[in-house]
T-cell receptor, first 114, second 111 residues
C-alpha cells in the first residue's frame, strides 16, 4: 500500500466551515499530491508538494490551500467549504521524479458539504 | 495546459471479447502515458504505462499502443473477464510536469 493513510475517511460538514484533510506517508517520498474525483471529470490535481515547505498549484486549486511542514504529512485545507467542494479526495505519492513514475493513491476521503 | 480526452465513457463487452479504450492529448512534449484501473469504492491503481520512446507494450492480457504523431494512445484488453469490470483512466505527463487524467471509461464485462 506504499504506506499512505488518509484521514478522515468520511466527513460531513456545513457550508462555510473549515475542513482539513490529512495525508500521511511512512516511506519518506519527496512528491505528494492531492486530487479530487468527481463524476465525468476523472481525477483533477489540486496541489502538489515536492519537498518540505515546497508546494505548487494544480489544475483546480481555487478554494484550497496546502501545507507540508514535515516529509510525512501533506495537509489539504478548505478555509470555507462550499457545496461545490463535495467530492472524493485522493492523496498520492510518487517514489520517483514528479510524474514519471507510478502514483500510489491513498484510500480516499469522501467529503460532503451541506 | 494539457487536455486529455478519453472515449468511450462507457463500454460493455461480452466475456471473452476484447475491449479498446482511446485517449488523445494536446501537448506534443508529453512523454509518459499510464493507465489506471479503479474498482468500485477503491483507489485507482496503475495497470500499465508506456513512455514516448516505445510504440507498444504488453503485459499478459493488456496492452497499450502509442501514436505520438497523431497524439493518441489506446488500452487493449483481450479475453475479458468479469474481474476486468471497473473504471479505467488514462493519464498524460507533459511539459507542465503534472499528470493530467482523462475522464474515465466504465467497462462492464457481461457474463
Amino acid at each position: 500500500d506504499a504506506g499512505i493513510t488518509q484521514s478522515p475517511r468520511h466527513k460531513v460538514t456545513e457550508t462555510g466551515t473549515p475542513v482539513t484533510l490529512r495525508c500521511h506517508q511512512t516511506e519518506n517520498h519527496r512528491y505528494m499530491y492531492w486530487y479530487r474525483q468527481d463524476p465525468g471529470h476523472g481525477l483533477r490535481l489540486i496541489h502538489y508538494s515536492y519537498g518540505v515547505k515546497d508546494t505548487d498549484k494544480g489544475e483546480v486549486s481555487d478554494g484550497y490551500s496546502v501545507s507540508r511542514s514535515k516529509t510525512e504529512d501533506f495537509l489539504l485545507t478548505l478555509e470555507s467549504a462550499t457545496s461545490s467542494q463535495t467530492s472524493v479526495y485522493f492523496c498520492a505519492i510518487n517514489e520517483r521524479d514528479a510524474n514519471t513514475g507510478e502514483l500510489f493513491f491513498g484510500e480516499g476521503s469522501r467529503l460532503t458539504v451541506l | 495546459g494539457e487536455n486529455v480526452e478519453q472515449h468511450p465513457s462507457t463500454l460493455s463487452v461480452q466475456e471473452g471479447d476484447s475491449a479498446v479504450i482511446k485517449c488523445t492529448y494536446s501537448d506534443s512534449a508529453s512523454n509518459y502515458f499510464p493507465w489506471y484501473k479503479q474498482e468500485l469504492g477503491k483507489r485507482p491503481q496503475l495497470i500499465i504505462d508506456i513512455r514516448s520512446n516505445v510504440g507498444e507494450k504488453k503485459d499478459q492480457r493488456i496492452a497499450v499502443t502509442l501514436n505520438k504523431t497523431a497524439k493518441h494512445f489506446s488500452l487493449h484488453i483481450t479475453e475479458t473477464q468479469p474481474e476486468d469490470s471497473a473504471v479505467y483512466f488514462c493519464a498524460v505527463s507533459g511539459s507542465a510536469r503534472q499528470l493530467t487524467f482523462g475522464s474515465g471509461t466504465q467497462l462492464t464485462v457481461l457474463p
